[in-house]
């Protein structure tokens, strides 16, 4: 058996997480090193103690071909463009839905390190589902499911749309600079996403106020 990549470190982290010890304890001191398995194939290996009951934990994780340089503060990529390897879609979709569940709907309550901890869940709940797009087959379908994505994950997490609007704004809006063969295609996924966005903009609970 190929032994699966862990795009990311934090892809491994996500992984073992959905991987807890047989006692039900999910996290564990958890110390990394790079070793050649017996078939010669390099490999990261994370390995601790479970604090519970002792068990010894251990995962191993075949190295990508091109390791990801770590991204900027409070940006979150759990990989390349390439599907994962770890995680099937259904699986990103249930993260993103426990990331954005763990952010309250009533953010006015929540102090500066609350809003912190609350963006840093939703920026993880939109990195997860820009992973359910990566298993979609480039063309058409693949516009209508990223907008259908789109529309589902964001219709009942009003600050996730702001998030993800000013990624738009960032990436859609510089389409501009873009040229050669790329151009088309995000052409069509910016276009078609517009619609979705703007009606998400609109709706009353949207947090940005009118100017
Ligand atoms: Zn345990």
């Not at 840093?120 to 939109?126: N, Q, T």
């Not at 009353?204 to 100017?211: E, M, N, Q």
Request: glycine share 8%.
């Amino acid at each position: 058996m190929v032994l699966p990549a862990a795009r990311t470190n934090a892809e491994a982290h996500l992984y073992m997480d959905l991987h807890p010890c047989a006692c039900g304890e999910i996290h564990f001191p958890r110390t990394s090193s790079v070793v050649t398995t017996p078939d010669g194939v390099l490999a990261s290996r994370y390995a601790g103690t479970c604090p519970q009951d002792g068990a010894e934990r251990e995962f191993l994780f075949r190295l990508p071909e091109r390791v990801m340089p770590p991204p900027p503060d409070g940006v979150m990529v759990y990989g390349g463009p390439e599907p994962s390897e770890l995680i099937d879609p259904g699986e990103w979709l249930s993260i993103a839905d426990a990331f954005a569940r763990s952010v309250p709907a009533d953010t006015a309550s929540l102090a500066a390190d609350g809003l912190a901890t609350a963006r840093a869940m939703l920026v993880r709940a939109v990195a997860a589902v820009e992973e359910v797009l990566k298993f979609i087959p480039a063309g058409a379908d693949r516009v209508r499911h990223y907008t259908r994505c789109l529309a589902g994950s964001l219709g009942g997490e009003p600050w996730a749309r702001v998030i993800k609007l000013s990624d738009f704004t960032d990436n859609g809006v510089g389409m501009i600079h873009t040229v050669g063969p790329r151009t088309p295609g995000l052409a069509a996924k910016y276009a078609a996403a517009v619609p979705v966005l703007r009606e998400l903009l609109d709706r009353p609970d949207t947090p940005c106020r009118r100017a």
